[in-house]
């Protein structure tokens, strides 16, 4: 019996509740088919999806009120939320885990827990009863020399717990001595000579009900001002695989660097097609090549090119299993640590100019209104004309003389493939797309790799080309597969949430701007102990009307705010209402590009899920039934923490970058705007550099000032001064707590004018 049939028998029987001798009973569990409902058992009990109240006596945890599995986030002051992972009957937001509770566990970890009681408004508390899976292996933190023993101070303030390092758990074998870069080398000779470096600590013993963890050491970093060093601790941090094992090293090595005479049989031959690259300046790895033409019919012929991965990665070897790990290349500001090794990344696997490449092309033909009328799928063999820059592209589009010549051949593609992607883009629009063009930072370095300031990072035409086919070849891949194959990997966005959306709304109406919503009834029930009679019975409370809101809503105010002076706080406000992206095997769609069905097809060198995607494709056009939805399943679900844990780790270590670089900026002033309003004060961002801080509510000036959380405003007791977000403030750089990656503001206020003194009558 598979883990879901059974957890829908017992789901079935009353309370959701059955014992072993009943399943036995009911299932006709004898010999082998015993055996086998005993493992089931315990996967479901390992994953949370069952509990068992006492030996032998299990419930399914999604059908009662009494247990909740998830992520615990943890508080730096010691208590903890429970990040459910399915809606709670009655409870609203996340629940709270106390103190002595969360001891027992660490941030991140996927746990069981016992809710312990439900308030009227939603709010829920609970105890950890078990630690379904650890999210630490390892530990990145200072090595302290203490009185009482050794340890380790965690780097990430939300692990509450010091890592205890037994004697002769300090020093990884054969290690002496660390090499620096531009610094002199650290020697060890002795335990003493740890204190105060950053070292990383594979876990030997959990912090159970004492709260206690030990751990030895297995890599020493140096010391924590050391250059590079932040890239270092967050790769750790975040349990990043950055080191490729000897055998998926030694695979890639035997990978040949040029295309063998057969390899190229049965594929579709483009390599006299003006195919080009278009891409950043830094790029190492072009994955994808596009070529347009205009048709006899005046339709256009739009051909995406993606490197054909699939054809040097099979399916269970050495550098699959490691891709599938790593489920996506992170990106930080001044290296990578990318997915595939540079043997195929760089090489065999990236469309270099003049040179044949294995692709796998979508051929689509687009009438004038942008409507794709036609596709078609096959694998090729191409050979890029040119390395085309997003700079480059965007001077010859602008009539740059000498760029024109330089590619004077290819001038008439490039403009047709502008005419295109603008009809793409325009149809779209007219479906409900949302736009959104926040300014990204990009961190400048010097020569010698030090952060030199944050600018816009640019975006232009070229851009505009690029990312308008991918998307159109995203979608034709992905409804081809919804349409010829059991099951598929989608790229789906959900419907927001709609008190989030509730919540946008709330501060749009204070710029005089509205989603323009309806409101569709709906019954909700949550639960409240009253008392009537001496006995507690239970209480049901209709909850307020849900929003109902579509693509073409948030699409509309993006178009009212373009080049006002609130058009970057609502945006940023807008996307911050909407759900994350993610991978699934359920096409519910994706609400911010307006489209019934997505997918990840045109990036298999840096995303897995893409390199699933070309598999799927190859099956499907070889008439095979492609993989197994469960395999897709997992695959999905895994990628997609991936995803998360790779976006965390850039955001971090852009923010330690920042409050370094602010650093040596204590005492300057600079132009903010109020992105956010707390009881702790105003969140500002720097207008030029894209970096936020605190200016702290007890200094602002004049006055004593209070959080008015229905106005969402700071509001002065006596002068009646608001502060709002949307407000434009100049501030100074007062504190910078680069353990804490935190700056702290306060407002310059401009010299008043002084009073003239009335004559006394």
């Keep these: ?78 208590y903890g939320f429970l990040i459910s992972e399915r809606p709670v009957e009655g409870i609203t937001g996340d629940i709270y885990i106390p103190a002595d509770s969360a001891q027992q566990a660490m941030h991140g970890d996927r746990v069981l827990v016992r809710i312990a009681r439900i308030e ?44 205890e390092i037994p004697g002769g758990m300090e020093i990884p074998p054969a290690t002496r ?49 050391d250059f590079g060093i932040d890239v270092e601790i967050v790769i750790r941090k975040h349990h990043l695989p950055h080191q490729f ?10 990978v040949p660097v040029a295309i063998a005479a057969g390899e190229v049989e049965g594929r579709r031959d483009f390599r ?40 040097y990665v099979r399916p269970g070897s050495p550098i699959d299993a490691e891709a599938r790990l790593r489920g996506t290349s992170v990106y930080f500001p001044d290296r990578a640590v990318p997915m595939l090794p540079f043997e195929l990344s760089t090489n065999i696997c990236s469309l270099k100019p003049q040179v044949d490449r294995l692709v796998l092309s979508a051929l689509m033909e687009f009438d004038h209104q942008g409507d794709r009328v036609r596709q078609e ?56 797309s ?23 990072a640019p975006r232009n035409i070229a851009h505009r080309i690029i990312e308008e086919f991918m998307l159109a070849a995203n979608e034709a891949v992905a409804s081809h597969l919804e349409e010829t194959l059991p099951a598929s990997i989608y790229r789906i966005h959900e419907t927001p949430d709609p008190k989030r959306v509730m919540d946008f709304e709330e501060v749009a109406t204070h710029f005089g701007y509205s989603l323009g919503v309806g409101a569709i009834p709906v019954k909700k029930f949550a639960y409240a102990d009253k008392k009537r009679d001496g006995h507690k019975v239970r209480h049901e409370i209709v909850l307020p009307q849900k929003a109902a809101v579509s693509s073409k809503n948030y699409q509309k105010l993006v178009a009212r705010i373009e080049g006002k002076p609130e058009e970057r706080i609502l945006s940023y406000l807008m996307l911050r209402s909407l759900k994350q992206a993610r991978y699934s095997t359920d096409n519910s769609g994706h609400f911010a590009l307006a489209a019934d069905s997505y997918t990840h097809f045109t990036s298999p060198i840096r995303r897995y899920p893409d390199l699933i995607v070309h598999r799927l494709l190859m099956d499907s056009l070889a008439g095979k039934p492609g993989i197994e939805e469960p395999e897709l399943r997992s695959i999905a679900e895994e990628c997609s923490q991936s995803e998360r844990r790779a976006a965390d780790a850039e955001r971090e270590l852009v923010e330690w970058k920042k409050v370094k670089f602010m650093e040596a900026r204590l005492g300057e ?39 008015h959380e229905n106005m969402r405003k700071i509001v002065g007791q006596h002068t009646r001064r608001e502060f709002a977000i949307g407000d434009k403030v100049r501030v100074s750089l007062d504190r910078v707590d680069a353990a804490e990656r935190k700056l702290q503001f306060s407002l310059v206020e401009p010299e008043r004018k002084r009073r003239k003194s009335r004559p006394v009558k």
């Design 245 to 254: 094992p000897p055998e998926v090293v030694e695979q890639a090595e035997r």
């Design 177 to 225: 001595q660390i090499d620096r870069i531009g610094a002199p080398p650290i020697v060890i000779s002795d335990v003493a000579d740890l204190h105060g470096l950053i070292v990383n600590v594979e876990l030997l013993e959990f912090p159970e009900e004492s709260g206690r963890a030990a751990g030895r050491v297995i890599e020493i970093l140096g010391h924590p001002d």
């Design 120 to 163: 009227a408004g939603g709010r829920a508390d609970g105890e950890i009863l078990k630690v379904l899976k650890r999210a630490h292996p390892t530990v990145v933190g200072e090595f302290r020399v203490g009185r009482r023993g050794n340890y380790v101070a965690p780097q990430d303030d939300r692990i509450q717990q010091f890592i």
């Design 377 to 432: 799928f096959t694998p090729g063999v191409i050979r890029s004309a040119e390395r085309m820059t997003y700079t480059d592209v965007h001077l010859l589009l602008e009539g740059d003389a000498g760029m024109r010549a330089r590619y004077a051949p290819l001038v008439p593609r490039f403009e047709l493939m502008r005419e295109l992607a603008l009809i793409l883009n325009r149809r779209r629009g007219r479906r409900g």
């Design 272 to 311: 006299d097609y003006a195919v080009v690259t278009i891409d950043g300046e830094t790029a190492r790895d072009f994955d994808d090549a596009v070529w347009v033409d205009r048709l006899p019919s005046g339709h256009f012929a739009l051909h995406v090119h993606i490197a054909d991965v699939s054809h």
């Design 669 to 707: 002033q600079f132009a903010a705007l109020v992105i956010s309003t707390t009881k702790y004060g105003l969140f500002v961002e720097l207008e030029e550099l894209f970096i936020e801080g605190l200016v702290p509510i007890d200094m602002l000036p004049d006055d004593r000032y209070t959080y």
């Design 1 to 78: 019996m598979t883990d879901r049939a059974l957890l829908d028998h017992i789901a079935s029987l009353p309370h959701a509740k059955a014992n072993f001798k009943q399943l036995v009973r009911e299932l006709g569990a004898k010999g082998s088919t015993r055996a086998e409902l005993e493992l089931t058992l315990a996967r479901l009990l390992a994953r949370g999806d069952l509990v068992e109240l006492r030996a032998g006596h299990y419930v399914v945890t999604a059908r009662t009120r009494e247990y909740a599995v998830g992520r615990l986030q943890m508080h730096r002051d010691g």
């Design 434 to 456: 949302i736009d959104f063009d926040l300014p990204e930072p990009l961190i400048e370095f010097d020569e010698f790799g030090e952060m030199t300031g944050v600018v816009r």
